[in-house]
């Protein structure tokens, strides 16, 4: 598959333990946060998403925080598997529409 | 319902070519947007198209270009080619656009060599 994300930074964590990922955005006036999972081989896939109305949100086995004052967004994946490895990364929307993308990390799953 | 596809997935060419990339959006989807990946900047922003129209630019010069047919269908064109152009292109479609706070759907890509 191909590498999508060399040099980046890596959470290595056990199966079955919970994972948290960060994320920091630059922009004060984004108001709507994604965050993608990106496997190998693959384009990303959308996760979570989440309004500057809100400071928390939560999907199946995933939860968003947001906050806002110093502008940084996690992702929390509960009873990580080895198929949660991929690399992640957020996304910010900010007035002028155009979509910023983070880094991302790298996340390994040990089984 | 057939997900985002991209053609081709792997293309080698030189330095002073062009390249012309195609993505067939998810049926129904009017929008349809192009991003640069690479492990150095990471996901940047092209430019999308929403019906037939570009709507928004990102920061790439003039060598890039693209466009969208009537059939949603869009193609991305690179003109004489640098080194730096070597990335992943993705490409994504939405139902009312990347701005509009809908999800999008990325394709798998297209791997793109400049030699």
């Known amino acids: 598959g191909e590498s999508v994300g060399l040099h980046l930074p890596t959470l290595s964590v056990q199966e079955g333990d919970n994972s948290i990922i960060n994320c920091a955005y630059s922009n004060s006036a984004s108001d709507y946060f994604i965050w993608y999972k990106q496997e190998s081989g693959k384009g990303p896939q959308f996760i979570i998403d989440i309004r500057s109305n809100m400071d928390k949100r939560q999907g199946q086995r995933v939860t968003v925080l947001l906050n806002k004052t110093v502008k940084h967004l996690s992702l929390q994946i509960a009873a990580t598997q080895p198929g949660d490895s991929a690399v992640y990364f957020c996304a910010e929307n900010s007035e002028s529409y155009i979509p910023t993308f983070g880094r991302g990390t790298s996340l390994i799953v040990h089984p | ?115």
Request: charged letters at 15%; proline letters at 4%.
């Open chain 2, 1 to 115: 319902k057939a997900g985002v596809t991209q053609t081709p997935r792997y293309l080698i060419k030189t330095r002073g070519q062009q390249v012309t990339l195609s993505c067939s959006p998810i049926s129904g989807h009017r929008s349809v947007s192009w991003y640069q990946q690479t492990p150095g900047q990471g996901l940047q922003f092209l430019f999308e198209y929403f019906s037939e129209t570009q709507r928004n630019k990102g920061n790439f010069p003039g060598r890039f270009s693209g466009r969208q047919f009537s059939n949603s269908r869009s193609e991305m064109n690179v003109s004489t080619l640098e080194l730096g152009d070597s990335a992943l292109y993705l490409c994504a479609s939405s139902l009312l656009g990347a701005g509009s706070r809908v999800e999008q759907y990325f394709g798998p890509g297209t791997r793109l060599t400049v030699t």
